[in-house]
């Protein structure tokens, strides 16, 4: 049985995924070393892997579903507004259903978050 879908998103410097995801979205360092960091809040994960050759071919948008969109927006606006992506900083409904906001770091690593409900 599949229990998770896990994504890596690599950085040249950790240290800037940590800023999103950490300080920004609020996840919990579950393990670090020197090059890797495994990060979970409820329950989402994500390997945050520093690795400048392989940061510079891609930057992932990533996607995160939620069944309370207006309450993850709160604690993320009062975490890091700063990180809110400019074309997506409220909650928005699409044309294609869910209510979206994203967020977006330094290195134009985007994470989007999705409320289908």
């Given at each position: 049985?599949?229990?998770?879908?896990?994504?890596?998103?690599?950085?040249?410097?950790?240290?800037?995924?940590?800023?999103?995801?950490v300080?920004?979205?609020?996840?919990?360092?579950?393990h670090?070393?020197?090059?890797?960091?495994?990060?979970?809040?409820?329950?989402?994960?994500?390997?945050?892997?520093?690795?400048?050759?392989?940061?510079?071919?891609?930057?992932?948008?990533?996607?995160?579903?939620?069944?309370?969109?207006?309450?993850?927006?709160?604690?993320?606006?009062?975490?890091?507004?700063?990180?809110?992506?400019?074309?997506?900083?409220?909650?928005?409904?699409?044309?294609?259903?869910?209510?979206?906001?994203?967020?977006?770091?330094?290195?134009?690593?985007?994470?989007?978050?999705?409320?289908?409900?």
């Amino acid at each position: 049985m599949l229990t998770a879908l896990i994504p890596q998103v690599f950085y040249e410097d950790m240290t800037v995924g940590l800023d999103l995801f950490v300080d920004g979205i609020g996840m919990e360092v579950l393990h670090r070393d020197g090059t890797l960091a495994v990060l979970a809040r409820d329950g989402a994960k994500v390997y945050v892997v520093q690795d400048a050759e392989f940061a510079a071919k891609d930057r992932p948008e990533l996607a995160i579903e939620t069944d309370d969109i207006d309450a993850v927006w709160a604690d993320v606006n009062a975490r890091r507004p700063d990180l809110l992506h400019p074309n997506l900083r409220t909650v928005t409904r699409q044309p294609w259903g869910p209510r979206e906001f994203a967020m977006l770091d330094a290195t134009t690593v985007c994470v989007v978050f999705r409320d289908w409900s």
